[in-house]
């Protein structure tokens, strides 16, 4: 009987331990009213993944998450090279300050893609690039629909990448989309993915990979997809990354008086009897 006890004794102890090897995501709360785009992701054995990262102004609350979590970054992905997103990297790569990352996933645009914005923004992104084509202790991979790969246990697959050919909103429409999962919970990333680029998607051989637990509304919950990109792929839960002037269309006369799509996209979501949602602006969240 002694033996029996014991055998189930250790038996709940291996399923508690296996319950929880899983990983910790945290979606950081937007720092001075910004959009940034900002998630940290450890490992059950501690290491550090990030998406994107947010803008530039949000550097030292994204630089005090990670040295707080050890310093060192295993795997940073980029979904676009726009300063919402990749504004803090960026500085991190000019001004280590003791960070270490070992390795950042990307896609990277072509000349005539990188044309269609600004100037200012045009020579923004070529710096940037400028900085991972002279990096010597980091491996810089360039994605591609239907790469995989695994960090410690979780996996990550490339369903969306640069669309070249889309011109029109052509950052955004090129937004690198990224699954994630584990045998436990899983998350899509959509960057900031425009019309064409979701239209794209949906007709593509990757749409059947579109379900997650989790999922990362385009564009901060703004100007993105359409309803029925939304109403195709299978999930429960929604992450804004999004500031609270835009998350409830109020640009200083009140909810919804803005220009903004927000609070429509809000309704698309009631629509799809989505009842978890977690939002940016009201705080850090973690989800385990």
Partial sequence: MKKIILLLTALCIALGCEAK??????QLESQVNTIGNSYVIRTHNGKIIVMDGGEEREKNYL???IDALGGEVAAWFVS????DHMGTLKDLLEKPSGIKINKIYHSRFTEALI???EKKWADYTRTFYS????LKQTEVIDCHCGDEFEIDGIKFKILGEKNPEILGNGYNNSSMVIKMWDKHKSFIFLGDLGVEGGDKLLKSEYAKDLECDYLQLAHHGNWAVKKNFYEKVKFRAALWPSPSWLYNNDTGNGFNTGHFESVI???WMEELGIKEHYVSCEGLVKIE
């Fill in 131 to 134: 900085l991972l084509d002279n």
């Fill in 115 to 117: 044309d269609t914005e």
């Fill in 265 to 267: 996209v809000r309704g």
């Fill in 63 to 65: 630089r005090g998450f």
């Fill in 80 to 83: 676009h090279p726009h300063n």
């Fill in 21 to 26: 090897k899983t990983f910790t995501l945290w």
